[in-house]
């Protein structure tokens, strides 16, 4: 029990550990405009600084707010390009509206472009998962369709018997057509899909 009493707090401390942003040392040594800069580059809120706040609340140190505000707004700047952008997008991560207006045209530009690239790329993606399910369903009929197959034509069978193999068999036969036209038809979507994202990835240009 003093072991596992011992492993959970250790665990815990861990857990708060890291949700900690800084450190004691850190927090003593902190250059606040720095730490804004780096903040705005990264496309965090400036009310990020809260989370400093908490961190270093412990050490007894405040963050100085203007100083970090500064390197905040130069931060941002560094941001807000429609490289980045595009980048935030085509990861599929979710813009929180850092960027100032003057310039959040460009970039959320960009981000769109971006976005619909990752969109279109997790479409893809799951009509192949959707495609290779329904291969294995197709496969699993098969071997039962030719099973019943088998057994229709080899085995001696009474008339009932014969007449549930059969509608087992049509039934088979009906079941393996409809997933044949569902395989094709998201075959289709998906090289459509694919055709959409290679015109678009060409396009760009960031």
Known sequence: ????????????????????TMDKSECREADWQMI????????RLVSYVGNHREACAEYGVTPDLASYE??????VR???TDS???RLGRAGRRYNGVCPT???GQFLAAYE????LYQLSSDISRLQRDVNDMQEELAALTEQHQGVETMLVSAALSVKDRKILLDRFKQLQSQIAGLEIDIRDF??????RQGEYDVLNAAHGY
Do not use: P, W
């Not at 009493?5 to 890291?18: D, P």
């Open 84 to 86: 980045n952008g595009f």
């Open 113 to 116: 472009t971006g976005r619909e």
């Open 1 to 20: 029990m003093k072991i596992q009493r011992l492993f959970y707090s250790t665990l815990v401390m861990l857990l708060i550990a890291g949700c900690a």
């Open 70 to 75: 500064r390197g905040h707004a130069n931060g």
């Open 102 to 104: 003057g310039l959040q």
């Open 187 to 192: 075959e289709l979507e998906a090289a459509r």
């Open 78 to 80: 560094e941001f807000c």
């Open 36 to 43: 804004g800069l780096e903040d705005g580059a990264r496309g």
